[in-house]
């Protein structure tokens, strides 16, 4: 089974940085697409940003200038650089990608266990 492990969540005062990773756990054929989501209390899980094999990326407008989502196929992992953070940014983040485990397997989608950040005013 893959797993993808999150970490570099936080508590962090607003206009500050923190730094994500999400690396997929155990040796696969390749990665398609991945990307990252959050989810605050009371409402649905969002996209926050996402990036193809090619490093085509795309953002949620809220974090357009402020959030970078990058990847290493080499290591299974992408990142998100989240700098001038602000209180609204406050959610539970999570890792996706679509994995293919086996050269002849078709792509699926994983979840991360998700990652605390908290953004005080």
């Known amino acids: 089974q893959v797993q993808l492990v999150e970490s570099g969540g936080g508590l962090v005062q607003a206009g500050g940085s923190l730094r994500l990773s999400c690396v997929a756990s155990?040796?696969?054929?390749?990665?398609?697409?991945m990307g990252w989501y959050r989810q605050a209390p009371g409402k649905q899980r969002e996209l926050v940003a996402r990036i193809t094999r090619e490093t085509i990326t795309n953002y949620a407008d809220s974090v357009k200038g402020r959030f970078t989502i990058s990847r290493d196929n080499a290591k299974n992992t992408v990142y998100l650089q989240m700098n001038s953070l602000k209180p609204e940014d406050t959610a539970v983040y999570y890792c996706n990608a679509e994995v293919v485990r086996y050269s002849f397997s078709s792509p699926r989608d994983y979840w991360g266990q998700g990652t605390q950040v908290t953004v005080s005013s």
């Open positions: 155990r040796i696969i054929f390749s990665i398609n697409d």
